[in-house]
Structures are given as C-alpha cells and as structure tokens.
C-alpha cells in the first residue's frame, strides 16, 4: 500500500529482456534504500514492483509482459520514474491509498501553464469514468492528484510548482500516455452496489 506522495524521481539506468518481460535497475538518489529488504515493494510510476536485488543507490525489479502491456513508462532506459516505498502502519497518509495497482492508461490532452499553476487535462478510458469525481482522488504516474473538473470521461488537475518539482509530471505534455488508478474505495463501493447475478 502507498499514499502516492513521491519520494524521488529516479531513472531506469538499464533494461533487459527477461522471459517475455523485463528485468529493471533504477537508479535513486533521495530514496533511502538502508531499510528496503528483497522481496519489499517499491511504486515506480504508480505501479507495485518487488525489489529483487539492492546494490548502494540502485535496485533491481522484474517486470511482466501483463504488467507492460497494462502500463506505460517502464521499458525506456534512461527514463524518469516517480519512487514511493510501501507505507508502514505508522506512516502519515499525506496523499490517499493507493496500491500501486493500475487501472488504465490515459492520455494527456492539454498541460496549460496558468502561472500560479498548471492544468493538467486528462482523457480516462471510459471504463474508468463513473471512479472520476470532482474533488475526488486519482492517482497519474504514482502521483495523488485531487481532481478539479470532470466531463465525460476527462478530468482536470492543477498542479502547483512543489509538485512538478519533485515528480516526473514536468515532463508531460499533450498526446503524454500515464498511468491511471483510480480511489480504491471508489471501486469497492462500486463493487458493493452492483446486483448479485450468482
């Protein structure tokens, strides 16, 4: 479990294929590793991945070809990826629950610089539109974001500079493919409210 409040933007330092999938080194600069254990999870870009290697500032990660066909952002080497380690119980929650497991891709349709703040515009695959509430919670990329504006199956987020200074969202721009995950509790009220059809 995460609060998508990110700890370190770091970089995907190499890539290689494994079995189908990939296996990942991310290098971190801010993201104290002195407490991470092989087999801990650590969110990179929003999505859950277990640590299976340390080495000083870097750790290794392998990924599934189901989990890159469902996201984005983790096969370029070189790449920016936002970093949170799994919450402790005694953790403040300063953003919302996430479990790192996304829900969908998105896509950027607008990143307006507004002066004081940017405008983030977000096109949600329609499956995920009735999880997007005005003032609600969603989670870009690992970030929790509270969302401004809702129409359809697009949402609008602003972000103040703190934010774009200390995640890889400064890096978006229009046609930007994300990773999405919406509330959990929305999905399990949702889930909740459906009719038994057993």
Known sequence: MFSGIIADVGQIARVADREGGLRLEIATQALDLSDVALGDSIAVNGVCLTVIALDGNTFTVDV??????????????GAAVNLEKA?????????????????????????????????LDVSAPAALAKF?????????????????????HTFSINLIPHTLS????????????????VDLIARYVERMLQKDEA
Do not use: M, P, Y
């Open 64 to 77: 599934s070809r189901e989990t890159l066909n469902c996201t984005v952002g983790l096969g370029a080497q």
């Open 166 to 181: 200390h995640t890889n969202l400064c890096h978006l721009q229009t046609g930007s493919r994300v990773n999405l995950e």
């Open 87 to 119: 919450l402790r119980l005694a953790d403040r929650l300063g953003g919302h629950l996430v479990s790192g497991h996304v829900d969908g891709v998105g896509e950027v349709l607008a990143f307006t610089d507004l002066g004081e703040s940017w405008k």
């Open 132 to 152: 997007i509430a005005f003032k609600g919670s969603v989670t870009v990329n690992g970030v929790s974001l509270t969302i401004n504006q809702v129409s359809g």
